[in-house]
């Protein structure tokens, strides 16, 4: 069972590198975090998903961990993450942490003690090893897929990475054993099961430490079987789910969260929650207008959230739909943007744009992810330099979301007393980028929507989680029902809209503009949003 408290949470994504620097290095820290949490508390967030704060030589910022149980003295100390979360607790704040659990960074000291041996440890390799290349192998040099890497020795043979060649794969063992592949062990095997036990130490050390859950990246990536669809998915799955039941026991409040959606196997589920991540194609087909560069991952579609108002949102509901066939009460989390694309305020899509997204993001009847800087409209920066492996395909760049918070007009916008030169990444140079301070107080600003829409949230049971969704017009403006009370109407594009909704008549605004009702029939403005309470 999902725990209570996160089924209608709102998260706050921190990626820690550019949120704020307390010490004046030019990189973000955890008691930068801390200096910051009553603007999150004045967000009426309910947990924050910290990108990974682990010991790590940065190759790929963080997601290539060389110490499970040490935070990146870069961000401060274990010390530092306890009194955060502490702080953030006395705010009704939970912190989840970034787990990456099927790789680790080359320089690990179990990788390296491996790199270092003649042959495969009596107790069992962590790491996968072939003494000869499969013929029947990864061969793909795309970051992200497994692939093949000639062992710089002194091991002979190869290892098989995970994402970059510096992220060699952890061992989780495979469900099929091949006789022309004696190098696979299968997942009960001594190296697989002592990684699954070193799986449940990492999440006891930080669990007992208070942290509250974590996000799994790549969490169906443990097993790499290629037999048959998914299954090495499904055997990923069954190993969390044996950590989830000890979990129960162990930590009952504790929430897992998986990159992606979890496998259906007919076994009950090991994580709370699916994920619509930014990059796949549902969340992509209303959000990227490609200004970020194309994703490999699926077709490019024109985007519903659009001022040309070309797009459409059945790629969308086909996916959520099909989703709640199959567990109607699951929750699904939706982000605003994250560290692995773009933002809401992309290319040509201004903070004029900003009020129907934000509306049907905190509406819609997910879990709402708001990524750092979303909240007062922060834009994705073109060209920036590939830092700490930003550039993992020549068609798209992550750094231009991962740019320093916005916080005040000071140096650096607040964000840093570090010299420019020296900041982990550029701040907007554009001298209207928008800050909190220049939207705190200010009722038309994108901060004070955010506030009013999550507030709204909180206040009203029919805009949470578990209220049922009935979408009654499909494209603009798009128009949704919570419960039976609320009308949500969105119009992302330019042009003005209207719809006959058959009972709207009466209904009262409680957050919107530029929406008015007749009688049945709702108009719109272009780029117009409203939340409309249909109580008497």
Request: hydrophobic residues 40%; aromatic residues 10%.
């Amino acid at each position: 069972m999902t725990p209570t408290w996160f089924r209608d949470a709102v998260i706050y994504q921190i990626y820690p590198q550019s949120f704020a620097d307390s010490n004046g290095d030019g990189i973000g820290d955890l008691r930068g975090v801390i200096d910051r949490l009553d603007h999150l508390a004045s967000l009426g967030v309910d947990a924050i998903w910290f990108n990974p704060c682990f010991v790590s030589p940065f190759r790929d910022a963080g997601y290539d961990v060389a110490d499970y149980f040490t935070v990146a003295p870069r961000y401060g100390t274990n010390e530092d993450l306890v009194e955060l979360v502490e702080a953030a607790r006395e705010r009704g704040i939970r912190v989840l942490l970034d787990l990456v659990v099927g790789h680790t960074s080359s320089d690990h000291p179990w990788f390296q003690a491996e790199l270092a041996a003649e042959g495969p440890a009596p107790e069992g390799d962590r790491f996968v090893w072939c003494a000869e290349l499969p013929h029947r192998s990864s061969a793909s040099t795309i970051p992200g897929t497994p692939g093949w890497v000639p062992s710089p020795g002194p091991r002979p043979g190869w290892y098989l990475r995970n994402f970059y060649d510096s992220q060699p794969a952890l061992n989780f063992g495979w469900t099929t054993l091949p006789p022309d592949q004696p190098w696979r062990d299968g997942v009960d095997d001594p190296g697989p099961r002592r990684n699954v036990a070193m799986l449940r130490e990492v999440l006891d050390f930080w669990l007992s430490k208070g942290v509250a859950g974590f996000r799994v990246d790549m969490a169906f990536s443990l097993v790499k079987d290629d037999a048959g669809k998914n299954a090495g998915a499904a055997a990923s799955a069954a190993i969390w789910r044996e950590l989830r039941a000890w979990m129960e026991g162990a930590h009952p409040e504790a929430v897992l969260l998986p990159e992606g959606a979890e496998p259906r196997t007919g076994a009950p589920f090991a994580f709370d929650a699916d994920f619509f991540l930014v990059i796949h194609e549902p969340h992509g087909s209303l959000f990227d207008n490609h200004a970020a560069g194309r994703l490999p991952f699926h077709p490019p579609h024109e985007p519903f959230f659009d001022a040309a108002g070309r797009g459409s949102t059945e790629t969308f509901l086909t996916a959520w739909e099909a989703a709640r066939r199959e567990d109607p009460g699951r929750p699904i989390v939706m982000a605003t943007a994250d560290h692995d694309f773009d933002r809401l305020v992309c290319g040509p899509r201004t903070a004029e744009q900003l009020g129907a997204a934000l509306t049907f993001l905190f509406t819609w009847g997910s879990v709402p992810s708001l990524y750092y800087g979303d909240e007062i409209g922060m834009r994705y920066l073109p060209g920036l330099p590939d830092v700490e492996g930003a550039v993992c395909h020549p068609d798209y760049n992550r750094a231009g979301c991962r740019s320093p918070m916005q916080w005040d007009d000071g140096r650096s916008a607040g964000f840093s007393s570090a010299p420019p030169e020296d900041l982990y990444l550029p701040i907007d140079p554009d001298p209207a980028r928008p800050t909190v301070a220049a939207q705190e107080g200010d009722p038309h600003s994108t901060l004070a929507l955010v506030r009013r829409l999550v507030a709204l949230r909180r206040r009203v049971s029919d805009l949470r989680t578990s209220a049922p969704t009935t979408v009654l017009h499909r494209g603009y403006p798009f128009v949704y029902r919570r419960g039976e009370s609320h009308l949500i109407v969105v119009n992302p594009r330019r042009e003005p809209g209207r719809v006959v909704v058959a009972g709207a008549s009466g209904g009262s605004a409680l957050l919107g503009e530029g929406v008015r009702i007749d009688g049945d029939e709702v108009r719109v403005d272009g780029f117009g949003y409203g939340v409309i309470s249909l109580r008497d």
